[in-house]
């Protein structure tokens, strides 16, 4: 089974800036759509953010011009640059396949913003 590894999350203030990476561990995500997905407690998981195989690139509305997400040339990772971070941006991030989820999923990597 292929190992999803999200990090890059911590503690910031409001306004301040993240950037969360994903790896998948012994494989690319070459011919998949991907996205960036979070939860906080007692929620479902959102999609935050998706990008097409050929770069195109989704978001929703709460994040919009905010967070952009990026895929490298050789398809081994999938990224999240995140500025102007709000209290509510904070949940635990998860990545994935969009539209159908084709990979276990990770850990995540905790956000927290601070008011």
């Known amino acids: 089974q292929v190992q999803l590894v999200e990090s890059g999350g911590g503690l910031v203030q409001s306004g301040e800036s993240l950037r969360l990476s994903c790896a998948a561990a012994?494989?690319?995500?070459?011919?998949?759509?991907m996205a960036w997905y979070r939860q906080t407690p007692g929620n479902q998981r959102e999609l935050v953010a998706r990008?097409?195989?050929?770069?195109?690139?989704r978001y929703a509305d709460s994040v919009k011009g905010r967070f952009t997400i990026s895929r490298d040339n050789a398809e081994k990772t999938v990224d999240l640059q995140m500025v102007a971070l709000r209290p509510e941006d904070t949940a635990v991030y998860y990545c994935?396949?969009?539209?159908?989820?084709?990979?276990?999923w990770g850990q995540g990597t905790q956000v927290t913003v601070s008011s």
């Open positions: 990008i097409s195989t050929s770069g195109g690139t």
């Open positions: 994935n396949s969009w539209p159908t989820v084709q990979f276990s």
């Open positions: 012994g494989t690319s995500f070459r011919g998949y759509f």
